[in-house]
């Protein structure tokens, strides 16, 4: 962002991809996570940790919130607006700190509970100034990740369907059941509500995959020099 800096108009566009690729990946990755939690907590670390499943459960929908809002407050500083972003960090810390302040004395799934309110809350702010700033209105937003977030939405209740209705299966194998058919929900409902996006989004992956293949090449050494 910071080389757009002069061109509001590639500034905003440039944002707006990001958007875009960013929720085609992390909205069904950790809307996965979130549906899956018990189940992936079992799996990964055990009996004793199955208590930690509510909490993944609750923590990882609001990670969707934080891998977009990086790019508002990439933007507000590309845009110069520090003393912007320290009132908005304030207001986070503030809220912050009185919510976890109430959820602690209930316990960790409270507190978890309240990092995903607090998320949803502040999350706003950031967006606000950032479209005022590139002159966009909320719809833009929307456009930008409406697809993926309501594939997402579509892919978890999908795949918590299978996984309440395949209780007999062995864990690992509906785990990965589920994954797969959660992929193909996903991927189905995005082609159909906007198919655009998946195509950005393996372009600019096979470009980058590309990219560091080339670059790996030209850091090899020639044949013969030592």
């Given amino acids: 962002f910071a080389n757009l800096h002069e061109s509001k108009d590639r500034l905003g566009r440039a944002y707006l991809r990001a958007l875009t690729l960013t929720a085609v990946f992390a909205a069904p990755a ?6 899956l939690a018990n189940e992936l907590t079992y799996i990964l670390l055990g009996d004793k940790w199955s208590s930690a499943g509510p909490v993944l459960a609750l923590i990882a929908p609001s990670l969707i919130f934080n891998a977009l809002g990086q790019y508002n407050y990439a933007v507000l500083i590309t845009a110069g ?4 972003l320290s009132a ?4 986070n810390m503030v809220v912050s700190i009185g919510i976890f302040l109430i959820a602690a004395r209930y316990g960790i799934v409270f507190l978890a509970a309240a990092v995903m309110i607090r998320t949803i809350m502040t999350a706003p702010i950031s967006m606000h100034f950032t479209l005022r700033e590139l002159g966009y209105r909320w719809s833009c937003y ?14 978890m209740g999908c795949v918590y369907l299978l996984k309440t209705n395949a209780s007999i299966l062995d864990l690992p194998l509906r785990v990965a059941l589920s994954v797969a058919f959660g992929v193909i929900v996903y991927i189905v409902m995005m082609l159909i509500l906007k198919p655009d996006d998946i195509k950005m989004f393996i372009e600019t992956l096979a470009s980058s995959l590309m990219k560091r293949a080339d670059g ?8 013969g020099d030592k």
């Avoid at 607006?81 to 912007?84: F, I, N, P, Y």
């Fill in 30 to 35: 950790y809307g996965g996570v979130a549906v």
């Fill in 81 to 84: 607006r520090a003393k912007l």
């Fill in 88 to 91: 908005i960090a304030f207001i």
């Fill in 142 to 155: 929307i456009g930008a990740i409406g697809a993926p977030i309501t594939s997402t939405v579509v892919m």
């Fill in 216 to 223: 790996d090449t030209l850091s090899q050494p020639m044949n």
